[in-house]
T-cell receptor, first 112, second 114 residues
């Protein structure tokens, strides 16, 4: 699975959009981009995933560049409850194992 | 209803003891996992089971023995506990291992070995 690079930390003002970047320059054509987050003292939580088109759900939007070498997770109106570690993970479409390889992630601090 | 539940939530025990952590999922998923999160918050997979069959063992010491009595349960038994086993252990499940479905995680079991 391709390696990802994320900034270690970011701040965001409450009510503003949080834009979390992820680089995955070695991504291959059959690999998806997944985002999970881990709120303090909780288990990781799935947010969204995509292949090459932009995706949106009730939690967030995922913007993937045309060359697929980077992506941005957007939380449109960040709240204090969005403070968490956000993980960008690249995973093959058909995995023999289903495992997720977590990096260090980005710690997002939403401030009032 | 909790989708993936682990017990206990906290476990404090002495070195050398044997302990078990239980995990149950009510999602009807075929695949279950154990992940370990160490003191530096690094989250790493330990085991994966698909329909009660072991499919991943990520070079985990054989003091750790997962057991899956049925596809809704994946328990983790640890023998001869060591200080370095102190960590948070997360159970997870997904619909199956191959398709692009998300994984659901339990709330974690914080194991402290003293």
């Amino acid at each position: 699975d391709a390696k990802t690079t994320q900034p270690p930390s970011m701040d965001c003002a409450e009510g503003r959009a949080a834009n979390l970047p992820c680089n995955h320059s070695t991504i291959s054509g059959n690999e998806y981009v997944y985002w999970y987050r881990q709120i303090h003292s909780q288990g990781p939580q799935y947010i969204i995933h995509g292949l090459k088109n932009n995706e949106t759900n009730e939690m967030a939007s995922l913007i993937i560049t045309e060359d697929r070498k980077s992506s941005t997770l957007i939380l449109p109106h960040a709240t204090l409850r969005d403070t968490a570690v956000y993980y960008c993970i690249v995973r093959k479409r058909s995995s023999n194992t289903g495992k997720l390889i977590f990096g260090q992630g980005t710690t997002l601090q939403v401030k009032p | 209803d909790t989708a993936v539940s682990q017990t206990p939530k906290y476990l404090v025990t002495q070195m050398g003891n044997d302990k078990s952590i239980k995990c149950e999922q009510n999602l009807g998923h075929d695949t279950m996992y154990w992940y370990k999160q160490d003191s530096k918050k690094f989250l790493k997979i330990m085991f994966s089971y698909n329909n009660k069959e072991l499919i991943i063992n990520e070079t985990v010491p054989n003091r750790f023995s997962p057991k899956s009595p049925d596809k809704a349960h994946l328990n983790l038994h640890i023998n001869s506990l060591e200080l370095g086993d102190s960590a948070v252990y997360f159970c997870a499940s997904s619909q199956d291992r191959a398709r692009n479905t998300e994984a659901f995680f339990g709330q974690g079991t914080r194991l402290t070995v003293v």
